[in-house]
């Protein structure tokens, strides 16, 4: 069997001898330099590399990468695209083989993209990745080989990742202006923004890659969108602690509050911390919302639910008691002073509301293993969020889900959490048999 390893390159002599000795048990090694100047070309020859030299303007990856594999000879059976910060594990050439002789003509591996320590000895961030195809019948398009054949998933290939984590935005966002309906260029865009904070810019990339994908059933495209709604609940999680503005129109109320406030002054004040005066100011916003209330007490007629929020600056409460009369865009807000005339506001007054970020993680979680069932990944991030949120019972039951899928399953987007869900389902486990649950 021929098997090849091409890659791009550009200022990599830091990599070149690393690069070389991972991709030694390949028949044939090729490099398309486009514009070092470093001396890569050079480096890599005497490595024993093939090595080709072309500028690629205007700069796409698919075109650089559709360049290098017209490289690789026509006799090659299967290539590998291997970067130069990529390290490939021993072993590798030995599943190919096995998996070609089955009938594989397009493999995915597991891929560390990122490490915990400096050492780079702990994964961080371990995904999938099908960079090893075919000589034939295969071709870049966006930042992935895409083909006709299936996908083959193995266990048995690990490459690292060892380079900085660039961000490509602004690749992605010209491809994405030539077609923003681009599915991977939306995924990676949204990833990129994952990985440099920008979680707004992130969750918008992936919700509209889930509005192009709707309704495809396709394996791919399933474990894909699985995925998506993965990286959707991480956006939010990273943005709870941020906050959104309104536009509220000032209005009166019917004078509940006033008229039961003695009633559960003391367990409001209470669970504040603060000194709550009568009265509410009554807001109407232009939209819905969905308050995440943070604090709750029992007074006579049930249960009230409390969020903090800020009216033009000054800190205080949307209330929700029992009974309610109002719609979800209207707030009944108290303070430990009388915003009306703190404010000076009167009927009709105009407002800015800002309230904690509100979007919820988990129907995006339970979007993600309604999406595809067969994503242990899916399920891990579903286990754990109820691990974080104190309900162990669900904890248990989704990591021993978890579990049950094993390895080899074309549908999951990851091969292995290792231990976690065991992790997760003992310590779920630990905590019912202590309180007896």
Known sequence: MNIAIYAIAKNETSNAAEWTRSAAAADTLIALDTGSTDGTPELLRSLGVEVHEQRIKPWRFDTARNAALALVPEDVDMCLCLDLDERIRLGWREEVERLWNRGARWISYRYIWEWQDEAHTVPAITTQKAWIHARHGFKWQGFNPTGDEPIAYSDAITIEHHGEINDYTESLSQMLAEDARNTEALIEQGACHLKAGRYAEAQADYMAYLDVTHGRTDPKTRHQRARAWICVAQTRHKMRNKSMEYEGRVFSGCGNGTAHFDGWQP?????????????????????????????????????????????????????????????????????????????GLNEGDMVTVTLPFQEPVLPALLQAVAEEPGSREAWVYLADYWRGVGDMPQAYGCAMHALTIKNGDATRDEICWGDYPKQIASEAFSWMINRGG
């Open 267 to 343: 367990a409001l004040n209470e669970v504040t911390g603060q000194t709550i005066v009568p009265g509410t100011l009554n807001v109407q916003l232009d939209q819905a919302v969905c308050l995440p209330y943070a604090l709750s007490f029992q007074a006579p007629g049930g249960t009230f639910r409390l969020c903090p929020i800020t009216v033009n600056g000054y800190a205080c409460w949307a209330v929700n008691p029992p009974l309610s009369m109002y719609p979800a865009n209207v707030l009944e807000i108290m303070a430990d002073c009388n915003l009306k005339e703190e404010d």
